[in-house]
């Protein structure tokens, strides 16, 4: 045990270095298999430039950042015991830590994971960010479950999938939302109507409870889809004496040959010692590649896209145009959170199974209440990513 924490000690300290220096990392690759049966070294970056128009000064500054910088380890320590461990440096500190968990495969169906783990809910949620339409996920994010210390069963057949989990506290922490202490639960449950090759109709239906009776107070907030500008555009501020938190998540998606579908509609409930409040959140989303690539999809979430041909091997990359519709209600009874609905256009251009750039224009149509009432940017924002290596699926 002691020699495994040792290892990923060892990889977070030298990632800035590693992660462009293949050499080097095959190395490092090489000491890991020496220690493990087998070991599966990844990592993806992320790095965003965004520029705002159509608000008041000093409030949304144009710029640059690394979004992510993710390292990804996965290892199998015995036929069917396995362990992931992923950390994103571009966040310091506990809010860089990601999945910490030990996995168990009881079949080539049913897996558990035990650990610092993603909560079974929302399909936005749950597929990696390396993999969105997008930039940055939709509105109704604000309701993500995050992660959570505790043990979740996946189950897996061709057609459909069920996980389900009984969480606590959270290794990364904020200030003053539900996902901080106390404990939940959490399950999704998705079935495709039509499963065949670059053809599909899924649905799913998600929930998740969370208790908040040690923290007392939980807050919702969002961003209009852009994260340079660190600034929230719906804000519930503490909503006090909270008790727990309910949220219900329906989803739909589908695939018909170069065009892709997805849209999810989210409520949340928060009950409190005076009158219950509910939230609610929606989106709805469409994909076309002019190149005549699919949208893969695999167990109940979007996976990455492999171009047909290739930059550099007599070929364009895949080129995908999304739009999307979006929004958000933090308004009910005495909170006046605000309501935000966003349109997003964006451009993807796949150079090649590592590479990806994204240039996305996002216009805020409706901004009703909350601290920036009445105010409605125009975001332009564009992402380069570059990763190396795909993480495993089934640890």
Not at 42 to 63: C, E, I, R, T
Not at 168 to 178: F, I, L, M, Y
Not at 234 to 239: A, E, F, P, Q, R
């Amino acid at each position: 045990m002691l020699y495994k924490i040792q290892i990923a000690g060892l990889l977070v300290a030298i990632l800035p270095f590693q992660l462009f220096a293949g050499s080097e990392r095959l190395q490092l690759l090489e000491l890991i298999r020496e220690r493990n049966k087998t070991a599966y070294l990844s990592g993806w970056v992320q790095g965003d430039a965004a520029w705002y128009n159509n608000v008041p000064a000093g409030l949304m500054d144009d710029g640059t950042e690394l979004r992510r910088g993710v390292l990804n380890l996965q290892a199998m320590v015995y036929n069917n015991i396995g362990y992931k461990l992923q950390v994103d440096i571009a966040n310091a500190g506990r809010s860089g830590v990601k999945d910490i968990y030990y996995a168990y495969s009881m079949s080539d169906t049913l897996n558990f994971r035990l650990g610092n783990t993603r909560d079974p809910f929302m399909l936005q949620d749950q597929t990696s960010s390396r993999n969105t339409l997008f930039i940055e996920r939709a509105l109704p994010e604000a309701f993500t479950a995050g992660r959570h210390i505790g043990l979740v069963a996946d189950y897996y057949k061709q057609d459909w999938t069920v996980s389900a989990g009984l969480l606590g506290p959270a290794v990364n922490t904020t200030e003053d939302t539900e996902r901080d202490k106390d404990w939940g639960a959490s399950a999704r449950a998705t079935f495709s109507a039509i499963n065949k090759r670059n053809k599909l109709v899924h649905l799913g239906l998600s929930a998740n409870y969370r208790d908040t009776h040690t923290l007392k107070s939980i807050r919702y907030n969002q961003q209009p889809e852009t994260y340079i500008a660190k600034v929230n555009f719906v804000d519930t501020g503490k909503i006090e004496q909270s008790q727990n938190t309910q949220k219900l998540g329906m989803e739909i998606a589908s695939i018909n040959g170069p065009w892709s579908l997805q849209a999810e509609y989210i409520i949340s409930s928060v009950a409190r010692s005076s009158n219950a409040l509910k939230f609610k959140g929606w989106y709805a989303q469409a994909g076309y590649f002019f190149t005549g690539e699919s949208q893969a999809f695999e167990q109940g979430l979007f996976t990455a896209v492999t171009p047909n041909t290739a930059v550099g091997n007599g070929g364009i990359g895949a080129w995908q145009l999304g739009l999307r519709l979006s929004g958000i209600d933090l308004n009910d009874r005495d909170i006046n959170g605000g309501e935000m609905n966003n349109l997003t256009i964006g451009l993807n251009w796949y150079l090649t199974d590592d590479i990806r750039v994204s240039a996305n224009y996002v216009n805020v149509l409706k901004v009703d209440g909350g601290p920036q009432d009445g105010i409605e940017p125009d975001i332009f924002q564009v992402r380069f990513q570059w990763e190396f290596d795909r993480p495993l699926r089934h640890i």
